[in-house]
Nanobody, 124 residues
Framework: QVQLVESGGGLVQAGGSLRLSCAAS????????MAWFRQVPGNEREFVAA????????YYADSVKGRFIISRDNAKNTVYLQMNSLKPEDTAVYYC?????????????????WGQGTQVTVSS
């Protein structure tokens, strides 16, 4: 498995932006579909965005489409999530995940490597 470490979370006002990073080690992320999920206490982990191994296909949850951008730099073994026009309902712990498949997956159970999460809080 690959080890993942998220960073870049924090407190931001509504309408602001944050950029999350997910640094991988132990294995090249080029063999993984990479994704971001988020979770609030008491809720299931929610799919946010995913990107295929080469970056050729990207998929977003409807709730973030047009505001968030997922990208990857396989040379740096890092995945990013640019979050713009943030809303209070985006407040959650954000997790990076790696899945050993080819196509996009939106189910958390399909990913077998996870980071520890980074807190994003959006104030109104």
């Amino acid at each position: 498995q690959v080890q993942l470490v998220e960073s870049g979370g924090g407190l931001v006002q509504a309408g602001g932006s944050l950029r999350l990073s997910c640094a991988a080690s132990g294995r090249a992320i080029s063999v993984y579909v990479m994704a971001w999920f988020r979770q609030v206490p008491g809720n299931e982990r929610e799919f946010v965005a995913a990107i295929t191994r080469s970056g050729g296909t990207i998929y977003y949850a409807d709730s973030v489409k047009g505001r968030f951008i997922i990208s990857r730099d396989n040379a740096k073994n890092t995945v990013y999530l640019q979050m713009n026009s943030l809303k209070p309902e985006d407040t959650a712990v954000y997790y990076c995940a790696a899945g050993p498949t080819i196509g996009i997956m939106t189910s958390a159970g399909k990913y077998d490597s996870w980071g520890q999460g980074t807190q994003v809080t959006v104030s109104s």
